[in-house]
């Protein structure tokens, strides 16, 4: 049977997409080459949650963002932003990829980058107009980077990239945020600045998606998680689906019990 | 030297040198941002198979039909290179490398075979340039500038150069914030719909335009050079892009004056008889501005910058 075939078989009737979830996804496969990252994936995000999405190293975490964004295209699935197709609905999305899959050299300025988060408003032609500029200062002054507009991008620490990144997101100005690993090599400063800004638009009611590492920290950081192992084992507020049982099964048995009694978790 | 001298002999020479590592310049900066230096060598090769057929079958050297040729060559390349990759499982170095040497080959044969001799199209030509030889016959000094008969007597070569330069200016400027944003950051530039593949092949395109342009003025085998080297030697003068853009301009500009310069009259000066090529001392130059810049620029030593 083909790899597309049985993806097909194993996913959900396509009537049942909720359409008022700032994401949901149905069915999803992706695969590079003969073998999947992700199969047959539901995921339904809840309005005004932070959700981590946690598994172990290639387990089609990033590659559930990129589907979803329309980088990658998935074998089989759909998925729906605010109950629309990607296309209808992209302006309502901003994205933070992983800060290693650019090339930092790059010949660019901090603002410059923040300035990229308004590509769909400036288009190919519009000029940059103070407007604009004050836009892309104020998200700037949001990560506390408002020192560094001037610099060269190559000139910053990981920690100042990666907020660097997230101003470019805010200035987006969406109501779904996706973020790919926001907390990967960061030092501990960014990563309060990070989760403060975070939780800030959630009190605005936006919607925040994460890709999460660090155990340690679901509990206080998140409210819901969806836990990936190519296929999806888990998914709900961090009480009922944080559990060592679903772990065990996301991970295949590779954490210690040490690590997860260290976690404080539910059940 | 007078004007009388220059303007026949000189003038239209380092017009079309100029130009010409202007628009292959221009589309190098991005060429060598997103490390695909190497996709402009294998185009500047594939073009001559495509300008070898357009002239087949058109019959005439001129510069619609050329550019036709060479951006259908170049498209055909693409499709190959990622043919090969994907179904040889070959990694594309190896992919770009079989098929520009391929079509390169094959254009050689072509050539060689055809009745081109009538034309300014040989083998030689179009592997080393013929710079000297795009002289303004009807021009007797500055003044021929304002007459008309005599600007009708322009080589075609410059017509070519300068519709080629307009192509590549027009499509930097309106696809400018696009091609940086997915340059830079690719994932995000698809995130915000922009359809990065297509803009790479159209990158590509403009490419080929450029090596067109080139081919006239430097041959097929040294316009790689000026793809690379003033981009090359920009990105270490400044850390903005827009500047390092201005800096290849400016670095292509001198390559091609100087080049063809010390072509015509370096050997005189060191006491030799003859001039050399132009095409390469215009590719030396462009490598030794390159050198100057690695060596004394701003920005050589950058944090960010690849460790060596």
């Known amino acids: 049977m083909s790899l597309e075939l049985a993806a097909n078989m194993g996913a959900a009737p396509k009537a049942e997409i909720p359409t008022e979830s700032p994401l949901a996804i149905r069915g999803l496969t992706v695969s590079y080459g003969q073998k999947p990252v992700v199969f047959s994936v539901d995921m339904t995000v809840e309005e005004g949650s932070m959700t981590a999405i946690i ?26 932003v605010f109950g629309k197709p990607l296309k209808a609905a992209r302006h309502r999305i901003a994205y933070v990829p992983q800060r290693a899959s650019v090339d ?28 604009h500029m004050e836009k892309a200062r104020a998200c700037l002054e949001r990560v506390g980077m408002t020192d560094f507009a001037d610099r060269q991008i190559g000139q910053l620490s990981g920690g100042q990239q990666q907020r660097v990144f997230l101003a470019r997101a805010l200035a987006q100005e969406a109501d779904l945020y996706l973020l790919d690993e926001p907390f990967a090599g960061v030092d501990a400063a960014t990563e309060k600045a990070i989760i403060d800004v975070l939780k800030s638009l959630r009190s605005e009611g936006k919607t925040v998606v994460a890709v999460h590492h660090d155990l340690t920290t679901v509990r206080s950081y998140f409210d819901r998680v969806f836990l990936i192992n190519t296929r999806k084992v888990a998914e709900g507020a961090v009480d009922e689906a944080f559990t060592p049982d679903m772990l065990n099964q996301t991970y295949g048995g590779r954490l210690a019990t040490g690590q997860i009694d260290q976690l404080e978790l539910a059940g | 030297m007078s004007g009388e001298e220059f303007v026949p002999l000189s003038l239209t020479p380092m017009l079309i040198g100029v ?40 019959g005439v050297v001129a510069a619609a039909p050329m550019m036709l040729g060479a951006a259908g060559a170049a498209l055909v390349s693409v499709v190959m290179i990622e043919a090969i990759r994907r179904l040889g499982n070959i990694e594309p170095g190896a992919a770009m490398g079989l098929t520009f040497t391929t079509l390169f080959a094959a254009g050689v044969l072509l050539l060689e075979q055809s009745d081109t001799s009538s034309v300014h199209l040989d083998v030689e030509h179009a592997l080393y340039g013929n710079l000297e030889s795009l002289i303004w016959l009807d021009a007797v000094g500055w003044s021929s500038l304002l007459d008309p008969l005599a600007l009708a007597g322009l080589p075609p070569e410059l017509g070519r150069v300068v519709i080629a330069l307009i192509g590549v200016i027009g499509f930097l400027s309106l696809f400018w914030r696009p091609l940086v944003v997915s340059t ?26 450029a090596a067109v342009a080139a081919f006239d003025a430097v041959g097929s085998i040294i316009v790689i050079a000026m793809f690379i080297c ?46 050399v090529s132009a095409a390469g001392m215009i590719a030396t130059v462009s490598g030794l501005i390159l050198a100057l810049a690695a060596c004394f620029a701003p920005h050589r030593h950058r944090s960010g910058a690849p460790a060596v």
């Not at chain 2, 060598?41 to 198979?49: C, F, N």
């Not at chain 2, 994932?187 to 335009?209: C, D, E, H, K």
């Open chain 1, 55 to 80: 598994g172990p190293n290639g387990a089609g975490k990033s590659t559930l963002l990129k589907a979803a964004l329309g980088i990658v295209s998935p074998l089989a699935g759909q998925a729906l």
């Open chain 1, 104 to 131: 930092w050299d790059f010949p660019t300025r901090v603002i410059d980058v923040v300035l990229m988060g308004l590509y769909r408003e400036l288009g190919l032609l519009r000029r940059i107009r103070p407007q």
């Open chain 2, 19 to 58: 130009l010409a590592a202007v628009a292959c310049a221009l589309p190098g900066n991005f060429l060598v941002l997103r490390k695909q230096a190497l996709i402009g060598d294998a185009i500047s090769h594939v073009v001559l198979p495509g300008i070898v057929v357009a002239f087949l079958i058109t």
């Open chain 2, 184 to 209: 830079f950051d690719e994932s995000f530039a698809q995130a915000v719909g922009i359809a990065t593949n297509r803009l790479g092949v159209a990158l590509v395109m403009v490419a080929a335009l």
């Open chain 2, 230 to 275: 003033p981009p090359a030697a920009a990105r270490l003068m400044t850390n903005r892009l827009e500047h390092q853009v201005a800096w290849s301009v400016v670095f292509a500009v001198l390559s091609a004056v100087l080049g063809y310069v010390f072509a015509g009259y370096g050997p005189l000066w060191l006491g030799f008889d003859n001039a």
